[in-house]
C-alpha cells in the first residue's frame, strides 16, 4: 500500500542521567537512514523519545531531592536538546510521562493482549536489578552480580501480572530464522535465536504501585498495580503513531509502512527482538521489519554509561569540535560488530585528516582554480565527457563518482554505516590523486603559454573536479548535513560564477591532555 512509508526509530532511553556518547551514536545512525531514505523519495518518520516511567528514575530523583516529574522533565530536555548539537531532522519526540498519546496506547495494547488470553495474575519471586529494570535467574548472574551493571540484584517477592511469552516462542523462532523479522548483524539474529531455543517463560509485566513509588501507568482494571516500565517504554513505538485513538498515522507509519525500522543497542536485544515482537503478536499487530543492533562505546578504554561516571558528554564535544566531526567519528570509526573505544585525540585525528585535509582541501582547490584559471566560471563540458578526457588519470574518479551512489545505497541497505561512508570516501581519495596526477596548475602554465589543446584539456580537469565535489555534496549529505551543504554551496554556480572559496571545514585543534569533556 504505502511501500515507500519508512518508520525509523531509536529507543527511549532513561532519563536518570544525562545522554552519552553510546546514545549519540545510536541517533546519528538512525538520522543517516532517515535522512537518505529521504533524499531518495521515500517519505520518512523519524522518532525518539524519554523513557520516563522507570523505576530508575524515581531512586535518581529521590537520591538529588527533586520531585519524580521535575527530575524527569529537565532530564528529559536534554536529550531531547541533543536534535540541534547532532543536527538531528527528527520529526517526532515522545515522553512517556508526559504525552497523552502514549497512555491510551499502553492501556489499549494491554487490553489486545488480555483479550488475547495472554495476561494472568500469579505470584513471583526472582531476583531484579533495577539498573536494567529486568528479573534474572540465577544462571544469568555474573558471580551473583548483574552483568550489565555488576550490582547485586534484589530480591523481590510480589504477585504481578504475566504475559505468556511461552505462547510465542515457535512462532518468533519462524520469524527471526525466515528474515521477516530481519535482525542485523547475524551474530545478534543468532544469538536471539539462541534465546528463543533456551525456551521462553512467562514475562512478570507489572509491578506493585507501592513498590513502582507510585510512578508509572496504571494496570486497566487494577490500580494496585503499575505497568512494567518495558512494556509501557517499547509500546512508544506505535503509542507515537495514535495506536491508542487508532488515528491515520498508525495506518500509514506502522501498518502500511514498507519498513518498521528500530535502532537498538545490544544490551535491550532481547525486550525488542522477542518481548516486544510477542506483544506485537497478542494484539495481532504487524512486527516491526528491521531490528538494527549496535555495539556499545568505551571512552579512553573504560565503559560509557549514564550511571557509570564515564559520560563523553556529545553535546560538550560537538560544542567543541562541531557536529560535524563528532557524527564522522561515530560513523567512519564505529565498527558493526564489536565495542569502539572513543578518544577525543581520535575524533580530532579523524576529523583533521578526512575533513579538513582530505575533503575540506579538495574542495578549497577546485574552487580556487577555478577562480584562478577561469575567473570562477565553471567550464561548460558536454555531460558524460569524463574527467580524464585529454588527461589520462580521470578514469578512476570518474569510477569512483559512477560506484558511489550505488554503493552507498546497498551499504545502508543492511544498515552497515561505517561501510556506507568508504565509497564517498574514495571519491575524495580519487579526486585528489587526480588533481595531484594532472597538476592543473602546469596546465595553466601551458596554456598560456599557448601550447596546442592545453585549454581543452584544464577546462575538461576543472569540469570533472567540480562534478566530483557535487557528487561528494549529494552523497555526504545524510552523513554530514551541514558540510554537504556548504560543498553543494562552493560548487553552485551564481550569475558571477562560483563563490569566493571559504573552507567547508575548518581544522580543529587537540585538547590538552586529560581535558577530555
Ligand atoms: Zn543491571
Given at each position: 500500500m504505502t511501500a515507500s512509508h519508512?518508520?525509523?526509530?531509536?529507543?527511549?532511553?532513561?532519563?536518570?542521567?544525562?545522554?552519552?556518547?553510546?546514545?549519540?551514536?545510536?541517533?546519528?545512525?538512525?538520522?543517516?537512514?532517515?535522512?537518505?531514505?529521504?533524499?531518495?523519495?521515500?517519505?520518512?518518520?523519524?522518532?525518539?523519545?524519554?523513557?520516563?516511567?522507570?523505576?530508575?528514575?524515581?531512586?535518581?530523583?529521590?537520591?538529588?531531592?527533586?520531585?519524580?516529574?521535575?527530575?524527569?522533565?529537565?532530564?528529559?530536555?536534554?536529550?531531547?536538546?541533543?536534535?540541534?548539537?547532532?543536527?538531528?531532522?527528527?520529526?517526532?519526540?515522545?515522553?512517556?510521562?508526559?504525552?497523552?498519546?502514549?497512555?491510551?496506547?499502553?492501556?489499549?495494547?494491554?487490553?489486545?493482549?488480555?483479550?488475547?488470553?495472554?495476561?494472568?495474575r500469579k505470584h513471583y519471586e526472582g531476583l531484579y536489578c533495577v539498573g536494567c529494570e529486568q528479573?534474572?535467574?540465577?544462571?544469568?548472574?555474573?558471580?551473583?552480580?548483574?552483568?550489565?551493571?555488576?550490582?547485586?540484584?534484589?530480591?523481590?517477592?510480589?504477585?504481578?501480572?504475566?504475559?505468556?511469552?511461552?505462547?510465542?516462542?515457535?512462532?518468533?523462532?519462524?520469524?527471526?530464522?525466515?528474515?521477516?523479522?530481519?535482525?542485523?548483524?547475524?551474530?545478534?539474529?543468532?544469538?536471539?535465536?539462541?534465546?528463543?531455543?533456551?525456551?521462553?517463560?512467562?514475562?512478570?509485566?507489572?509491578?506493585?504501585?507501592?513498590?513502582?513509588?507510585?510512578?508509572g501507568i496504571p494496570v486497566p482494571g487494577d490500580p494496585g498495580q503499575v505497568v512494567y516500565v518495558w512494556w509501557d517504554a517499547l509500546g512508544n513505538y506505535v503509542t507515537a503513531l495514535d495506536y491508542g485513538t487508532g488515528g491515520e498515522s498508525y495506518g500509514r507509519w506502522w501498518i502500511g509502512a514498507g519498513r518498521r525500522v528500530h535502532l537498538v543497542g545490544k544490551g535491550v536485544l532481547r525486550f525488542h527482538a522477542v518481548y516486544w515482537p510477542a506483544m506485537l503478536l497478542s494484539a495481532a499487530q504487524p512486527l516491526p521489519t528491521d531490528i538494527v543492533v549496535h555495539d556499545y562505546l568505551t571512552a579512553d578504554g573504560r565503559k560509557i554509561s549514564k550511571s557509570g561516571g564515564v559520560t563523553a558528554d556529545p553535546v560538550a564535544l560537538a560544542g567543541e569540535y562541531g557536529t560535524d566531526a563528532v557524527r564522522w567519528w561515530l560513523l567512519r570509526e564505529v565498527p558493526r560488530v564489536g565495542d569502539a573505544d572513543f578518544t577525543v585525540e581520535r575524533l580530532v585525528a579523524r576529523a583533521n585528516d578526512e575533513l579538513a585535509n582530505g575533503l575540506g582541501n579538495l574542495v578549497n582547490r577546485v574552487v580556487t582554480m577555478v577562480h584562478r584559471y577561469r575567473d570562477g566560471h565553471v567550464p561548460l563540458i558536454e555531460t558524460g565527457t569524463d574527467a580524464g578526457t585529454g588527461a589520462p588519470g580521470g578514469e578512476g574518479l570518474e569510477a569512483a563518482c559512477r560506484r558511489a551512489p550505488d554503493l552507498v545505497r546497498s551499504a545502508l541497505d543492511d544498515f552497515e554505516f561505517r561501510r556506507a561512508s568508504a565509497p564517498v570516501w574514495a571519491v575524495v581519495d580519487e579526486a585528489n590523486r587526480y588533481v595531484d596526477h594532472v597538476r592543473p596548475w602546469e596546465l595553466a602554465r601551458a596554456e598560456r603559454d599557448g601550447v596546442p589543446g592545453a585549454a581543452a584539456r584544464l577546462d575538461a580537469v576543472l569540469a570533472g573536479l567540480v562534478r566530483a565535489c557535487g557528487t561528494l555534496a549529494d552523497q555526504l549529505a545524510p552523513f554530514l548535513p551541514g558540510t554537504a551543504a556548504r560543498i553543494a554551496e562552493q560548487c553552485t554556480a551564481g550569475d558571477g560564477g562560483l563563490p569566493e572559496p571559504r573552507p567547508v571545514f575548518q581544522r580543529i585543534t587537540a585538547p590538552e591532555p586529560g581535558s577530555v569533556p
Open positions: 519508512t518508520y525509523v526509530t531509536t529507543t527511549i532511553p532513561y532519563v536518570n542521567a544525562r545522554p552519552h556518547l553510546g546514545f549519540a551514536l545510536e541517533l546519528v545512525q538512525a538520522d543517516v537512514l532517515a535522512r537518505f531514505r529521504r533524499a531518495r523519495g521515500d517519505r520518512v518518520r523519524f522518532q525518539t523519545g524519554t523513557d520516563d516511567n522507570s523505576l530508575k528514575n524515581v531512586l535518581a530523583a529521590e537520591a538529588a531531592g527533586v520531585p519524580i516529574q521535575e527530575f524527569v522533565d529537565r532530564n528529559a530536555e536534554a536529550f531531547v536538546a541533543l536534535r540541534e548539537p547532532l543536527a538531528l531532522a527528527v520529526d517526532d519526540v515522545i515522553r512517556t510521562s508526559r504525552d497523552p498519546r502514549h497512555r491510551a496506547g499502553v492501556e489499549r495494547l494491554w487490553r489486545a493482549c488480555a483479550d488475547a488470553g495472554d495476561l494472568y528479573f534474572y535467574t540465577p544462571a544469568e548472574l555474573t558471580g551473583g552480580r548483574c552483568p550489565e551493571h555488576g550490582v547485586e540484584p534484589q530480591r523481590v517477592a510480589e504477585e504481578n501480572w504475566f504475559f505468556r511469552l511461552s505462547r510465542y516462542a515457535d512462532r518468533l523462532h519462524d520469524l527471526v530464522s525466515s528474515g521477516r523479522l530481519r535482525i542485523e548483524p547475524a551474530e545478534r539474529r543468532n544469538e536471539v535465536l539462541g534465546f528463543i531455543a533456551g525456551g521462553l517463560e512467562d514475562l512478570s509485566i507489572s509491578r506493585s504501585t507501592a513498590r513502582a513509588r507510585g510512578w
